[in-house]
């Protein structure tokens, strides 16, 4: 694999995985206060933990905390420690790697907790959060591909066909039309 036409074997480890800020389907929340959980550290930058978790969409559930960024998650260490939803724990997530600040976002599947509404927030705001970053967005859904620039399709562990929503729905032998449409009937209108 190439990085900038340089093998990636040729990097230091720590210099390369320093380029690369994930989300991945099982990510982990500790018993922490919510800054640190974000920061991944105990100092940290609170306006720019805030400024993360707003981006991700936690913003509002961020004002209802009784100890905003140093409330903790969950009852383990403090009695006064807050439950979150699988929605709200992947929003802090995705604010996690935001904060990290890395040129990449990997993002596996990063809605797959968020009910609708809150999965069509992100997505309207993909742009805002990815920023001048390379996202690289992992998906079963394909309807959140659609804001994508480019799309590479796999199948059996190969990539098998290439392009843009455009592109990609309108080869009807190709695998994402197939998919697409498979997905799609369970949101169209009923015939009349």
């Given at each position: 694999?190439?990085?900038?036409?340089?093998?990636?074997?040729?990097?230091?480890?720590?210099?390369?995985?320093?380029?690369?800020?994930?989300?991945?389907?099982?990510f982990?929340?500790?018993?922490?206060?919510?800054?640190?959980?974000?920061?991944?550290?105990?100092?940290?930058?609170?306006?720019?933990?805030?400024?993360?978790?707003?981006?991700?969409?936690?913003?509002e559930?961020?004002?209802?905390?009784?100890?905003?960024?140093?409330?903790?998650?969950?009852?383990?260490?403090?009695?006064?420690?807050?439950?979150?939803?699988?929605?709200?724990?992947?929003?802090?997530?995705?604010?996690?790697?935001?904060?990290?600040?890395?040129?990449?976002?990997?993002?596996?599947?990063?809605?797959?907790?968020?009910?609708?509404?809150?999965?069509?927030?992100?997505?309207?705001?993909?742009?805002?959060?990815?920023?001048?970053?390379?996202?690289?967005?992992?998906?079963?859904?394909?309807?959140?591909?659609?804001?994508?620039?480019?799309?590479?399709?796999?199948?059996g562990?190969?990539?098998?066909?290439?392009?843009?929503h455009?592109?990609?729905?309108?080869?009807?032998?190709?695998?994402?039309?197939?998919?697409?449409?498979?997905?799609?009937?369970?949101?169209?209108?009923?015939?009349?």
């Amino acid at each position: 694999m190439l990085l900038n036409g340089i093998n990636v074997k040729k990097y230091r480890y720590d210099e390369y995985m320093n380029i690369f800020s994930v989300v991945f389907q099982d990510f982990k929340l500790f018993a922490l206060p919510l800054g640190e959980n974000v920061a991944c550290r105990t100092n940290y930058d609170s306006a720019l933990a805030e400024d993360c978790l707003i981006k991700s969409g936690f913003g509002e559930r961020l004002k209802e905390l009784p100890a905003g960024l140093d409330t903790y998650l969950y009852k383990d260490y403090d009695s006064s420690g807050v439950d979150v939803s699988g929605g709200e724990a992947q929003k802090i997530a995705i604010a996690r790697s935001l904060y990290k600040d890395a040129p990449f976002i990997i993002l596996d599947e990063p809605t797959a907790a968020l009910d609708a509404v809150a999965e069509a927030e992100i997505y309207s705001k993909f742009d805002e959060i990815a920023g001048d970053k390379t996202a690289i967005y992992i998906s079963h859904r394909l309807s959140s591909c659609k804001f994508c620039d480019e799309i590479a399709v796999f199948d059996g562990g190969a990539v098998v066909q290439y392009g843009s929503h455009e592109q990609l729905v309108a080869d009807e032998t190709g695998k994402y039309f197939v998919l697409w449409h498979a997905q799609a009937q369970y949101y169209a209108a009923p015939p009349a």
